[in-house]
């Protein structure tokens, strides 16, 4: 078996980078020959059908799953031939928001946030303890919150502290799966606003998974569209709008892609007022 040079990772690397991968369970292909590139400093919405193999496609990039074929490329470097210094390296610079939050049930909300530096940083545990409330604010969560367990949560509470968990090691790179599913409007229309000021003032390059419409048209730079076993087409919301893609059409001018590219409209136009 070949082996390739340990490398540094590349600080101009694109952040993702996917080639030719092939995904499958048993006989089952997910992915065949699948490619995407996640440009530095963008907001990126990835949505497919059901069954696209999107959460697959997540749990490859960060190493929760081997892929049958194809290369991934996380800052530069190629995950199969990272050895653990450099995977840590690597988890340094990521944050995760898993699509349930993925707590821990048996830790403060404080402590939850604090987990990631105590594992990866040498600070000490009072400057932790500092750190973990000031990420706990910036995700917009009262300071008493970081007392709180899990359990005595609202969702969209649960959602912020998950949050402030992934950003716990100040990351380059954020992933999102569903970030907004299961909390209602007004709810997830205040998230779509944090995730865009935090990914604007802390310049951050974000991969969210979503079904959320309002999202997509409210804070994504590009969206990649996952079907066919691949992505068959990325570009700003408003260029997909035009694809022949018959899962394209159906998803971006059916009365919900309707009514979300017409919320958009009148916020803008609001804005412009």
Known sequence: MSVEPEAPLEAAAAPIEVRDLVSRYGDHVIHEGLNLTIPRGQVVGVVGGSGAGKS????????????????????????????RRQWTAIERRWGVLFQQGALWSNLTVKENVAAPML??????KREIGELADLKIALAGLPADT????????????????????????????????EPTSGLDPIS???????????????????????????????????VAVIADKKVVA?????????????????????????????????EIAGKAA
Do not use: C
């Not at 594992?119 to 000490?124: A, L, P, R």
């Not at 802390?202 to 730079?221: A, G, N, P, Q």
């Not at 971006?252 to 979300?260: D, K, L, S, T, Y």
């Open 119 to 124: 594992e990866h940083t040498k600070i000490g």
């Open 56 to 83: 697959v496609l997540l749990n490859t990039i960060i190493g929760l799953r081997e892929p049958q074929g194809g290369s991934v490329k996380v800052f530069g470097q190629d995950i199969r031939y990272a050895k």
């Open 146 to 177: 970081g007392a709180l367990k899990p359990s005595e949560l609202s969702g969209g509470m649960i959602k912020r502290a998950s949050l402030a968990r992934a950003l716990a090691l100040d990351p380059e790179l954020l992933f999102l799966d």
């Open 188 to 222: 997830a229309a205040a998230f779509d606003t944090l995730i865009d000021e935090l990914s604007d003032g802390l310049k951050l390059t974000v991969f969210m998974i979503t079904h959320d419409l309002d999202s997509l048209y409210r804070i994504t730079d590009q």
């Open 234 to 266: 990325m570009a700003p919301v408003r260029e997909l709008e035009t694809f022949d893609h018959p899962w394209i059409q159906s998803y971006f001018h059916g009365v919900r892609g309707r009514a979300a590219a017409g919320t958009r409209e009148a």
